[in-house]
């Protein structure tokens, strides 16, 4: 340790195999090794790195920004195992205007660097983009050709459909060009309240010197720069630019949520994620993410608004100086106007990290019953069956799809229980099986990688004999609930062993989600059939109603309980009814609701023995 400098820079941990485990930066180079070496057990982590090292290497730089710069190229660099991993890296088009140039030309880019162009964005909405470069192509036409634009021996194609003004030949003088370049900036700046200011006294001065076709040119800019900038609305009472970044992290990535805004209006949003060995405070997070994203090119605006106060903040802000060429301001507003900003972004995080979660878990969930089941490849298709009855009545079956965690609804299917009211939940799931399979030659119809049986183990038997039978070799498993506060939740194998997984486990959590959905679509069925049969009974029942009477009321009502809810001048009102036959439907109606309640409650009743 004694050779190790007290200056800042940034140093590496090196494997026996000449691999990077981590790259750090320091302050000062000498104390921050020596904690890492001295405190190994800080996290989990460190301790790793500490094991696994061989050797330490370092780069002194003149200040920490440096040491700051020099970190984040290393990491790019080495993609070292124990650093955080970025999973976007996706740089948004910025728009680049070149004013350094006597006739400026306006490009698309990926990165904003120091030359004197302004750049505008980034757009994270590239439909947003391409209408607004259409705008300004066709009202504000500035040269599209590269190199130097006198060259030319004619006019290009761009000028004669009138997407260019023509610097080649000569036909717009650098004045007007330069006027057409400002009102370009006005646009892109979305200083859109100037630009209208400006087009619309020009338009009256052409007007007034009846020069009606520039008046008309006129007109139609001002059209499309109202269409472009309809319905924003000024969050700021000064129209600057924004960064507002929260932060927020999981057990495995961290999330940041990035809202663009530009001329005091939200114009965007950026979301980056890393990959975390363990979680984060959300300092840290701001010093790394705000590092990665100015860093690879996004243009610096001159007010940053962070949720956590970054734990790096002054170095960050020589960092931008650098980067930006001007001063830089990071903030952490607690009230007004910016803390409003900031509880935007964390609202739309907190969805962020929801959706990305939900992503996740489709992800892991056919992985996990992968590894669970043994399987060789990942069974990205489960079908699951299910049955639903009342007391053997109106019995259905229900198979419900999902591939790649999410569920595919054209696959969904519901069978009407064909073998009748008296045979058994294991010979409804057979029936099923069976007439799911005869249509498995149909491309529709392919079969899953998996079927899921809810039920237990004679219901697995019954699926895996139907299964055998068709000659086919799909895995097939089976839920069974729990059977006492002994016993957890069990599956039921394809080899007809049975498991009781820890109920964290998330194959267990996937199959459960799947399970769940195939039971809400099958009870769905039933219960529609219980009702399409009670309203059957109850309208053929009805003293005065006869087949036309009953089409006319299930036209009108189209469900039991839209019946009952009805009252007897809305009934009254039906043609061919009147007051007494809605009266005698909805006395009918309440008379058989009570007896069904009395019959419910006596079912239900404690049975009496002699001795009470």
Request: hydrophobic content about 40%.
């Amino acid at each position: 340790m004694l050779l190790v400098p007290r200056k800042p820079g940034a140093y590496r941990f090196w494997d026996a195999n000449d691999h990077v485990l981590y790259v750090g930066k320091a302050k000062n180079l000498h104390n921050r090794i020596a904690s890492h070496i001295t405190q190994p057990n800080e996290t989990a982590r460190h301790q790793l790195i500490i094991e696994r090292a061989s050797t330490i290497d370092w780069i002194v730089t003149p200040n920490e920004v440096e040491a700051l710069l020099l970190e984040d190229a290393l990491i790019k660099r080495h993609k070292p195992l124990f650093n955080v991993r970025f999973r976007d890296d996706k740089r948004y088009p910025i728009l680049r205007l070149d004013i350094a140039d006597p006739f400026p030309t306006l490009t698309v880019v990926r990165r904003a660097v120091r030359d004197g162009a302004l750049y505008f964005g980034p757009y994270t909405s590239s439909k947003i983009m391409r209408t607004i470069l259409r705008v300004i192509e066709r009202y504000f036409p500035l040269r599209r050709c590269i190199g130097n634009p006198i060259e030319r021996s004619r006019e290009c194609l761009n000028y004669q459909i009138r997407k260019c003004s023509g610097v080649c030949q000569g036909h717009i003088d650098a004045a007007t060009y330069a006027e057409t370049v400002r009102q370009v900036q006005l646009l892109l700046s979305g200083r859109n309240d100037e630009l209208l200011h400006t087009l619309e006294s020009e338009m009256r001065t052409f007007s007034e010197k009846l020069n009606y076709e520039a008046a008309a040119m006129k007109r139609d800019q001002l059209k499309a720069i109202r269409n472009i900038s309809g319905g924003r609305r000024l969050l700021l009472p000064r129209p600057i630019d924004i960064d507002v970044f929260a932060f927020t992290c999981s057990q495995t990535t961290g999330y940041a949520e990035i809202l663009l805004v530009r001329a005091g209006m939200v114009s965007g949003n950026v979301h980056l994620f890393l990959d975390l060995d363990e979680p984060l405070p959300e300092a840290d997070l701001a010093d790394y993410f705000l590092t990665h994203y100015y860093n690879n090119g996004a243009p610096v605006p001159r007010i940053i608004l962070c949720s956590h106060t970054p734990r790096s903040g002054g170095i960050l802000e020589d960092l931008l100086l650098q980067l930006a060429g001007r001063k830089v301001f990071i903030r952490h507003p607690v009230k007004g106007v910016h803390a409003s900003l900031i509880r935007l972004a964390s609202s739309n995080l907190k969805l962020q990290t929801q959706s990305d979660r939900k992503v996740r878990a489709a992800i892991e969930g056919p992985l996990a019953v992968q590894r669970l089941l043994r399987l060789p490849e990942v069974p990205l298709r489960i079908e699951a069956i299910d049955i639903s009855e009342s007391q053997g009545k109106y019995a259905v079956g229900s198979v419900v799809s999902f591939e790649n965690g999410v569920p595919q609804r054209n696959r969904y299917r519901r069978y009407r229980i064909q073998s009748g009211d008296a045979v058994s939940d294991v010979d409804r799931i057979r029936e099923v099986m069976l007439r799911r399979l005869k249509r498995k030659n149909l491309p529709e119809w392919s079969l899953p990688d998996i079927f899921l049986i809810d039920g237990g183990k004679a219901q697995h038997g019954a699926a895996s004999c139907v299964a055998e039978s068709a000659g086919l070799t799909i895995p097939i498993i089976a839920l069974v609930k729990a059977r006492n506060k002994r016993t957890r939740e069990g599956i039921f194998l394809p080899d007809g062993s049975e498991q009781q997984p820890e109920p964290e486990d998330p194959a267990l959590r996937y199959l459960d989600q799947i399970r769940d959905e195939a039971h809400r679509f099958a009870i769905t069925y039933h219960r529609e059939l219980r009702e399409r049969s009670l309203l059957r009974s109850v309208i053929m029942e009805a003293p005065g109603i006869g087949p036309q009477r009953r089409k006319i009321l299930l036209d009108r009502f189209g469900s039991l309980e839209a019946i009952r809810q009805a009252t007897v001048e809305k009934i009254a009102e039906l043609p061919g009814f009147g007051k007494t036959i809605a009266n005698h439907v909805v006395d009918f109606i309440q008379r058989t609701e009570r007896e069904r309640k009395n019959r419910d409650e006596n079912r239900s009743a404690p049975v009496k023995t002699g001795n009470e």
